[in-house]
């Protein structure tokens, strides 16, 4: 190859943009040391579970062999009700995520495509509302749950949820960018309705940002506290409210106890990542490669 040929090959292997691509060592380690500073507290509730509460504070946490009396302990206690709490979260979580993406990808697509008065003050008084803490509307949410006769009921964690500003104005971001106005326009000329675009080409289009919407709802619904414990009795428990109760109870410090609680209620969020983290990686990747 002459010489002068050689830089020209170099640069072509060298496109601009690929040095970004590259790790450093530098990098992994970071990366190392965020996978392990975000897996040990899950590890170390699991191992302490494992354990008799005498052993909470041993180093290095080595597994023991107690995990089912733990758990049977922790079953046993009546007051908590960890199953019955255990399956209201799960219908809990469940229903507020199907109800946000549904809302989310619906209204959505209406504001980034579809064109009415008003359009852009709608967009921005949601977009208000992401900016008002949960916990200053607590009080005037209660007394109208009161007013319903909702109080103590499953009804009153789950409608005031079912809409979310964040929902919309992720979705409409990612449907503005995702999806044309030519597809759209191809769509209207072949005879589709909108709720034919809607369900034939903006849903399957939205599949990316529909899977970390749903994954971020269920979470934060699944681990939602405050407003469950002040809404709700110990009759009709979420998950978390019967760790509250298992942890002001007899089993107060009995650490092991309480951490194999802590264990079970975060199994399902385990499980979730497990059956549907790589259709969601894989959603994200096919978003990117599209766009």
Same mark, same amino acid.
């Given at each position: 190859?002459?010489?002068?040929?050689?830089?020209?090959?170099?640069?072509? $292997?060298?496109? =601009?943009?690929?040095?970004?691509?590259?790790?450093?060592?530098?990098? /992994?380690?970071?990366?190392?040391?965020?996978?392990?500073?975000?897996?040990?507290?899950? #590890?170390?509730?699991?191992?302490?579970?494992?354990?008799?509460?005498?052993?909470?504070?041993?180093?290095?946490?080595?597994?023991?062999?107690?995990?089912?009396?733990?758990?049977?302990?922790?079953?046993?206690?009546?007051?908590?009700?960890?199953?019955?709490?255990?399956?209201?979260?799960?219908?809990?979580?469940?229903?507020?995520?199907?109800? #946000?993406?549904?809302?989310?990808?619906?209204?959505?697509?209406?504001?980034?495509? %579809? $064109?009415?008065?008003? $359009?852009?003050?709608?967009?921005?008084?949601?977009?208000?509302?992401?900016?008002? =803490?949960?916990?200053?509307?607590?009080?005037?949410?209660?007394?109208?749950?009161?007013?319903?006769?909702?109080?103590?009921?499953?009804?009153?964690?789950?409608? =005031?949820?079912?809409?979310?500003?964040?929902?919309?104005?992720?979705?409409?971001?990612?449907?503005?960018?995702?999806?044309?106005?030519?597809?759209?326009? +191809?769509?209207?000329?072949?005879?589709?309705?909108? !709720?034919?675009?809607? !369900?034939?080409?903006?849903?399957?289009?939205?599949?990316?940002?529909?899977?970390?919407?749903?994954?971020?709802?269920?979470?934060?619904? !699944?681990?939602?506290?405050? !407003?469950?414990?002040?809404?709700?009795?110990?009759?009709?428990?979420?998950?978390?409210?019967?760790?509250?109760? %298992?942890?002001?109870? #007899? /089993?107060?410090?009995? /650490?092991?106890?309480?951490?194999?609680?802590?264990?079970? +209620?975060?199994? =399902?969020?385990?499980?979730?990542?497990?059956?549907?983290?790589?259709?969601?990686?894989?959603?994200?990747?096919?978003?990117?490669?599209?766009?």
């Amino acid at each position: 190859m002459p010489a002068s040929a050689a830089p020209a090959a170099a640069r072509r $292997r060298r496109r =601009p943009g690929t040095g970004l691509w590259e790790a450093s060592p530098l990098t /992994y380690l970071a990366l190392i040391i965020g996978i392990v500073l975000s897996i040990f507290p899950i #590890v170390w509730s699991f191992i302490i579970a494992s354990k008799d509460s005498s052993a909470v504070y041993e180093m290095p946490p080595v597994p023991g062999s107690q995990l089912l009396e733990n758990v049977s302990r922790m079953l046993a206690n009546e007051d908590a009700a960890f199953l019955y709490g255990l399956a209201n979260s799960f219908v809990v979580s469940a229903v507020v995520t199907i109800s #946000v993406l549904f809302t989310s990808t619906l209204a959505g697509f209406a504001f980034a495509k %579809l $064109r009415f008065r008003g $359009r852009e003050g709608l967009l921005l008084g949601i977009v208000l509302t992401m900016m008002v =803490p949960t916990q200053l509307g607590i009080i005037p949410l209660y007394l109208m749950m009161v007013q319903l006769q909702w109080a103590g009921t499953l009804q009153a964690v789950i409608v =005031p949820f079912m809409v979310q500003g964040f929902g919309v104005f992720m979705m409409r971001q990612y449907a503005a960018s995702a999806i044309s106005d030519e597809l759209i326009e +191809a769509a209207r000329i072949d005879g589709c309705s909108t !709720w034919r675009v809607y !369900w034939n080409i903006v849903l399957p289009a939205l599949r990316p940002a529909i899977g970390i919407l749903g994954l971020l709802t269920f979470m934060q619904t !699944w681990n939602e506290f405050l !407003w469950p414990f002040v809404v709700l009795t110990p009759n009709t428990p979420t998950v978390q409210y019967s760790l509250k109760i %298992l942890s002001a109870g #007899v /089993y107060s410090q009995d /650490y092991a106890v309480l951490f194999a609680g802590t264990a079970l +209620a975060t199994l =399902p969020l385990l499980l979730v990542f497990v059956l549907f983290g790589r259709q969601i990686i894989g959603g994200i990747m096919e978003g990117a490669v599209k766009s």
